[in-house]
């Protein structure tokens, strides 16, 4: 099993910047790919953007040119840095880990970016 725990969202004005982090623990070799996904009520959770494990990154149209992901495999942890935030961005964040063909999620950290 794999507990994921983020951190780092907040409350942040249009323009600002917040970097979102999620840590794995629990049985962590073979972790593949990572990444981060959001959703807002009454729609469906959506990609932000993955990473694999040597590094190369994907990233949803919206978040292109804004958004950075990195990870961490020494300390089993990836990053979001958020730039250019717009209030449209305001969701719940989920990290997302697979590792050997099953999905963990972790709890959720809200990001609320007002206008």
């Known amino acids: 099993q794999v507990q994921l725990v983020e951190s780092g969202g907040g409350l942040v004005q249009t323009g600002g910047s917040l970097r979102l982090s999620c840590a794995a623990s629990?049985?962590?070799?073979?972790?593949?790919?990572m990444g981060w996904y959001r959703q807002t009520p009454g729609k469906q959770r959506e990609l932000v953007a993955t990473?694999?494990?040597?590094?190369?990154?994907n990233y949803a149209d919206s978040v292109k040119g804004r958004f950075t992901i990195s990870r961490d495999n020494a300390k089993n942890t990836v990053y979001l840095q958020m730039n250019s935030l717009k209030p449209e961005d305001t969701a719940a964040y989920y990290c997302?880990?697979?590792?050997?063909?099953?999905?963990?999620w972790g709890q959720g950290t809200q990001v609320t970016v007002s206008s």
């Open positions: 997302n880990v697979a590792r050997n063909g099953a999905l963990y």
């Open positions: 990473i694999t494990r040597s590094g190369s990154p």
């Open positions: 629990g049985t962590t070799f073979s972790i593949g790919a």
